[in-house]
């Protein structure tokens, strides 16, 4: 178990530098709400953010993103309403999913899903 929280830390370090590096200004890092986490909450310009970060050591099971569940989804939309009232925002957002593979610990495959699901749609 240590070694996925390794990995999954290591994959949000790489996701914030990645997000830095495109312009996003990082405004909070693994922010709780009861039984939900959302990994990175960033502005984009006009948007608010919502990151979900899955990284893994292989594809054997499937690419990373693949494995951000509906119930998943459903606990991060329930977060970031109560950040957004608690922060009174009003304006746009959006829910980024980046999958993290690192096969090659050196040379890490990051994607970036921009706008990769809207909660209640599906």
Not at 28 to 48: H, M, T, Y
Request: aromatic share 12%; hydrophobic share 45%.
């Amino acid at each position: 178990m240590a070694i996925q929280q390794d990995i999954g830390k290591l994959g949000e370090e790489l996701a914030k530098a990645f997000l830095e590096k495109k312009g996003y200004q990082i405004l909070a890092l693994n922010w709780r709400f009861s039984k939900a986490e959302i990994d990175i909450i960033a502005q984009d310009g006009d948007d608010l953010v919502f990151v979900e970060v899955k990284t893994r050591s292989s594809e054997h099971f499937g690419p990373p993103a693949a494995f951000v569940s509906p119930k998943k989804e459903e606990l991060m939309a329930q977060a970031a309403s109560i950040y957004m009232e608690e922060n009174y925002y009003e304006g746009e957002i959006r829910f980024d999913i980046i999958g993290i593979l690192l096969k090659d610990k050196d040379h890490p495959i990051i994607r970036h899903y921009v706008d990769a699901f809207f909660p209640g749609w599906g």
